[in-house]
């Protein structure tokens, strides 16, 4: 770690700014905390190797990768870490509700990606087409724009590119493949991104496959704007990142229309005309409201994340951090899940 | 304001958007089991030979204003609730209005679909008119009034209008049946399921051209957060 860096970078959050958010004069929004009274920024929250470590180690303790699985492997992680420490580091971000993000496939600061979280991310999304039923097949039977060969190798190619962007770590001369990975990495992203929100626009079935979609146009852009960042062109990356978090904006505007919940209501109440339970718990206006929750709010941990990530490059930017020492940083941390970088 | 900040703002309108969407889905949901319930118990107490003859009384005068009665306050309570958490995060604002004389309007459509209803025939036309509800009176007005310095954009929300449909319906099935059946629990029955039609259709059904009080809600709450995305 650079002694700049070494000056700067927190391994503990500032105890005011735990009792804080306890008392709701802060808030935590995709790693950025901020004053809810001023808006101002206080700092930013970064997730760092030992984290990647810890969920590496956990992964074949996990029984499955559910879109909660994430949270489950990091909370073995706390289990099997022996260092009290280190611990204590991780603790730190159950205490502070940042696994909620972790939660939800989002990043604390910037990805490092490559590792252990991204492939746990594939894998959520894996699980996400794999819940479809063969919906997906079904689908693509009709729908050109979906066929399944050319879906599944593009998730292959977006597993390639998170590998490369983290064997390019190992190179001698690593700028020029981390330019690629970035640019490969940004043209699958514009391929899910299309996906998805075609998918919005179709049938119910082509509507379902829209949130593996974006999910992997969150992963891939996000390794996108890691890449540019590694590769030291940092204008590039914020850029980038700012195109992500609008793009995943723009998409999450579609998702909340209120009309896609409220307007499959009355197609459920003729269903069950003279059915009071229709309304109960766990029946089906209830079910639809749940249904729409979910996808509200996996797309806000997913926003969240991306303009987090975007306001941790400006950030850095300010203090005269370049995005590659950031990174090296955040990897090469052993000694504590998350890192805290005061907005200065 | 910086790119960043507006990325943040938009966030949180889009936050407020859901939010209150799922709040408004949840509770109007709640309130319509509950009146189902009640309205069961109504119907339970009803004089069956007068919901008979006049059911489009038992629907209009005992139904209908316990709906209002119970509905109304918790419709304005959800837009008081996304107001005061707007307000934090946005220059806009919907206003809740109760359309003056609306009732009184209400009992002449009613009288006047009655007669257009009979001289069709009782079942007939209760199917159609079932299949028309909620026939809802949405107006919008933009005030053009500043609030916080910044142009509003002020709504007039309507009680859905479902009453004459509703109550059209209930009587064209309940006539219609006495007529070639006299059994009062078939009846009854057909009146419990008229009026959990009628509860349903004010609060939560209908579509974009004839809104529940719900869709009238939440398309408010989508009108407001597209004008703050865009400030």
Partial sequence: MSILLNDILLRQIPQHLITGHASGDYRIYGGVIRSVSEGRIVGHLQQTGLLETLVGQAMPLAKSISPTGVLDLVGTGITIAQNEQIKRGIATLQSMQSMNLLLSGATLGVALAGTAITIAKLNAIDAKLDAMEGQLAKVAADVEWIRGDLVQADFARLKAVSEA???????????????HVGRDALTLAGLFYARAMRALEGSAAERATSDAFISAYALASEIGVTARMAAEEDAAAFAASQRRAEALLDYGARIRVPYRLTGQFAEALSKAPDDAGVLQESSAIPKLINHYAEETSAALARESSAIGNASVLQTLAGQGISGRAWLEAARGEDSTAVLFLPAG | MGLLDHLFGRSAVDQWLSDHTIAAARTLTQVAADLIRESDALVKEADW??????????????IAPTVRETAEPVAIAILEDANRDLARIAQHQAVWTRSPGQDAGQANDYGALFDVATAAGPIAASVATAAAIPMAAVSTVTSGIAWLGLGVTSTVISWPMVVGGGALAGLGIATGAFNSARIPDKIRSRLRTRAREYITASLLGGDEANPSILIQLTTQFERVAEAARHQ
């Fill in chain 2, 49 to 62: 030979q007068s919901a008979i003859l006049s059911p489009a009384d038992f629907v209009t005068s005992t």
């Fill in chain 1, 165 to 179: 962007l983290d064997d390019s770590w190992l190179m001698q001369n690593s700028a020029a493949e981390w330019r």
